[in-house]
């Protein structure tokens, strides 16, 4: 009876010690096992992020060619460039420019830059051909400044450069998704007392991006730089512009931006106020 005992309590100890192997040897199977989980796994990065690219209005101040240090003509209109995440444009020095870029991690490339055909006198055919070249040779850049008040360095070939200063008073700021309140395109829709809406099928409307600014007056299309400082907007040079009648009494935007008027912006209702204190109701 003893020795039966004692052989059932070692049968006992024996299917206890096999039954610990066991699950030892499985705990340890799973903690070697890999585990596959459902969905997308995106794998961490050092790389910084690509949130530093050229936003809104710059005004060149300097420039290197060939190894030549030297800037715009004091008696000419300095040449401008604006970028508005998918397009750059600007104002060339006699004519105004615009095409396609791609800019990310200091690099930046432009598309065919298509410009305007107009005559101009010999010193600024010869300034705007130069600055031309010279942009579209830009394989990089460089941001620098605090925001607000940041310089623009584009390297075009391989030891050219145009230097820019951003454009103060836009509210652009050369960082991705922050652009002036004021950019985009507003179309008129309360004309101040004693003028009406165009007749035209077209909206009275004009698109502001950085420095430039273009659209229908209410009789005739234009297009020139923009000045925006000090809470007013207005032309800012030469302006485009044809040349069809405007019938009296209509809302017509080329005089009133001519001369300069006070920009209110509030969420997507722009109103520029006139001299004489009319309102010019716009909707974004």
Same mark, same amino acid.
């Given at each position: 009876m003893?020795?039966? %005992?004692?052989?059932?309590?070692?049968?006992? %100890?024996?299917? *206890?010690?096999?039954?610990? @192997?066991? @699950?030892? @040897?499985?705990?340890?199977?799973?903690?070697? *096992? !890999?585990?596959?989980?459902?969905?997308?796994?995106? +794998? !961490?990065?050092?790389?910084a992020p690509d949130n530093s690219v050229p936003i809104?209005?710059?005004?060149?101040?300097?420039?290197?060619?060939?190894? #030549?240090?030297?800037?715009?003509? +004091?008696?000419?209109?300095?040449?401008?460039?604006? =970028?508005? &995440?998918?397009?750059?444009?600007?104002?060339? &020095?006699?004519?105004?420019?615009?095409g396609s870029y791609v800019a990310r991690q200091q690099v930046l490339r432009f598309g065919g830059l298509v410009t305007t055909r107009m005559a101009c006198p010999a010193a600024q055919s010869t300034a705007e051909r130069q600055y031309l070249r010279l942009l579209r040779g830009v394989n990089r850049f460089e941001i620098s400044g605090p925001p607000g008040n940041q310089? @623009?360095?584009?390297?075009?070939?391989?030891?050219? #450069?145009?230097? =820019?200063?951003? $454009?103060?008073?836009?509210?652009?700021?050369?960082?991705?998704?922050? %652009?002036? +309140?004021?950019?985009?395109t507003w179309t008129l829709v309360r004309p101040p007392s004693g003028l009406q809406l165009s007749a035209d099928a077209r909206p009275t409307q004009f698109t502001l991006r950085g420095t430039d600014i273009s659209g229908f007056d209410g009789c005739n299309t234009f297009s020139a730089r923009a $000045?925006?400082?000090?809470?007013?907007?207005?032309? *800012?040079? !030469?302006v485009n512009v044809t040349k069809v009648p405007c019938p009296p009494q209509t809302a017509s935007?080329?005089?009133?931006?001519?001369?300069?008027?006070?920009? %209110?912006?509030?969420? $997507?209702?722009?109103?520029?106020?006139?001299?004489?204190?009319?309102?010019w109701v716009f909707s974004r």
């Open positions: 003893v020795r039966l %005992r004692s052989m059932t309590s070692l049968l006992l %100890r024996g299917r *206890a010690g096999l039954l610990l @192997l066991a @699950l030892t @040897l499985a705990a340890s199977s799973l903690a070697a *096992a !890999p585990v596959t989980l459902s969905g997308t796994f995106t +794998p !961490p990065t050092t790389a809104g209005g710059y005004t060149l101040v300097s420039f290197t060619d060939n190894g #030549q240090t030297g800037a715009p003509s +004091p008696q000419l209109q300095r040449p401008t460039l604006s =970028f508005d &995440g998918q397009r750059a444009s600007g104002f060339a &020095g006699c004519n105004t420019f615009g310089t @623009l360095t584009l390297f075009s070939g391989k030891a050219d #450069q145009l230097t =820019f200063m951003q $454009n103060v008073g836009s509210g652009e700021v050369a960082f991705s998704g922050i %652009r002036s +309140p004021y950019d985009g $000045n925006l400082s000090s809470g007013r907007l207005s032309f *800012a040079g !030469p935007l080329t005089p009133l931006l001519t001369v300069g008027a006070e920009a %209110r912006v509030q969420g $997507n209702t722009l109103t520029l106020i006139s001299a004489d204190g009319g309102q």
